[in-house]
């Protein structure tokens, strides 16, 4: 037994199919993404007893970044500097009053016999133009030892991304 459907039909039971199907990934997508959710817990009390009570800025990579914030792992230097420092991973808040500059520095080659003082190219960036894997210096006007502590993140007065040529 065959089942004849005229043209029409067969189009339209095709429409729907396809918009059904259209609608369930659409539905199944959790939104516009920027990077997968990277954990950010506190630093462990043993490693927080070693490591400076005072800090004001922190470097390293970036390994996310979101829409008002970016997790960078850094490394946390310890009170006895002859101890090998703390990887660690800090979760930043970039508000409106954080200035956000990228610093390009000459290579290694254009600087060999140079006598002129190192002046990096400067470019103004917007939190968006961050990347993940670039290495950035994080700066802030309070301490963020209790944010390490609490596994809270703190506000950044400047991040500036660090380049070379």
Known sequence: MSIKLKPGILITIIMVVVVVAVLMIIASSKGPKTTDVVKFRPLEKSKLAEITNNIKGVSGKIIAVNKDTITVEVLLMMKDTTKTPIKHRVKVLADAST????????S?????GSKNPIIPKEETLKLNDLKIGE??????DKNIYDSLESGISFTASTINVIAYE
């Open 108 to 112: 290694a080659e254009k600087l060999m």
């Open 135 to 140: 290495t950035i210096d994080i700066r802030a």
């Open 99 to 106: 200035i956000i500059t990228k610093l390009v520095f000459p």
